[in-house]
Nanobody, 120 residues
Framework: QVQLVESGGGLVQAGGSLRLSCAAS??????MAWFRQAPGKEREFVAA????????YYADSVKGRFTISRDSAKNTVYLLMNSLKPEDTAAYYC???????????????WGQGTQVTVSS
């Protein structure tokens, strides 16, 4: 049974940093990703990482501020978020199996979500 367990969300002031973690169990996936959803908005892609090659992809809105990485031994993916802005406030979801056509889509497995709130 696949489980994605997230941690690391919280309240931070603008300009601050947070690191989210997503521990996966049950199997490994070729691609892991983070999505986020703000109140009243659709869920949007944030970042993705290919497990074998370690290639990374970012939404334009977070490029240069967020870094996705992995610890293969722990089967865990991280999202380091620097220079946070109030518009980054959202529930952040870990996803396994994400894929890209013209844009990124989530795969079948989702974490429970972790709230990130950035105050101005």
């Amino acid at each position: 049974q696949v489980q994605l367990v997230e941690s690391g969300g919280g309240l931070v002031q603008a300009g601050g940093s947070l690191r989210l973690s997503c521990a996966a169990s049950g199997r490994t996936f070729s691609t892991m990703a983070w999505f986020r959803q703000a109140p009243g908005k659709e869920r949007e892609f944030v970042a993705a990482l290919t497990w074998s090659g370690g290639y990374t992809y970012y939404a334009d809105s977070v490029k240069g501020r967020f870094t996705i990485s992995r610890d293969s031994a722990k089967n865990t993916v991280y999202l380091l978020m620097n220079s946070l802005k109030p518009e980054d406030t959202a529930a952040y979801y870990c996803n396994a199996g994400a894929y890209r056509t013209s844009t990124w889509y989530g795969g079948a497995y989702w974490g429970q979500g972790t709230q990130v709130t950035v105050s101005s």
